[in-house]
């Protein structure tokens, strides 16, 4: 896969930055519900305004003290599950990754809930056991469900691409797996 090396993260300072036309839009739709410089409520996310991303979308909640946070599932987008050939909704990250990328995305996500800034990242996640990857630019916005600390996130994903076995079965497309008869 070229460019599978795109394991870095960073911060959004400008919606200019950002090249793809839906990550752009929740980000301004973000940046325009801000409360000065604290996040927005989670309840001025309104998603049927992003429907048409929805499939490529995730809501994930933050439970536990800052120092020891459990960040889970609350909601995953279609698109999502059937690329990672499995749906993340109700799973917390230490039920869905293991190694690196287990460390990586509690530390991403401890970072967002204390600096309350969005991120951008390019990233590389393995699917089929080592026998594929899936390309991706993904925007997380941090979101306050009280008001007062960021508790809530909402993801949206970009493939860039894939390069996993695809299997049909029926209407659905299952990538990266063996499926037991």
Do not use: C
Not at 52 to 79: C, K, N
Not at 131 to 152: A, K, M
């Amino acid at each position: 896969m070229a460019n599978n090396d795109k394991h870095y993260a960073g911060t959004v300072a400008d919606a200019a930055d950002l090249s793809h036309p839906e990550h752009r839009a929740l980000f301004d739709h973000w940046k325009a519900n801000r409360r000065g410089e604290d996040v927005p409520l989670r309840s001025s996310f309104d998603p049927l305004q992003f429907h048409r991303s929805m499939p490529r979308m995730a809501i994930i909640e933050r439970s536990g003290p800052p120092d020891a946070s459990v960040f889970r599932y609350r909601l995953a987008g279609t698109e999502i599950a059937r690329r990672a050939g499995r749906d993340p909704t109700g799973k917390s990250f230490e039920e869905l990754y293991e190694g690196n990328y287990l460390e990586t995305a509690n530390r991403t996500y401890r970072e967002i809930s204390e600096s309350g800034q969005a991120h951008f990242s390019q990233r590389v996640f393995t699917i089929g056991g080592e026998s594929g990857n899936l390309r991706y630019d993904r925007l997380i916005l941090p979101y306050s469900s009280n008001g007062s600390s960021v508790d809530q996130f909402v993801l949206l994903i970009v493939v860039v691409e894939q390069d996993a076995p695809v299997k049909q079965v029926g209407s659905f497309s299952i990538f990266g797996r063996k499926r037991n008869k």
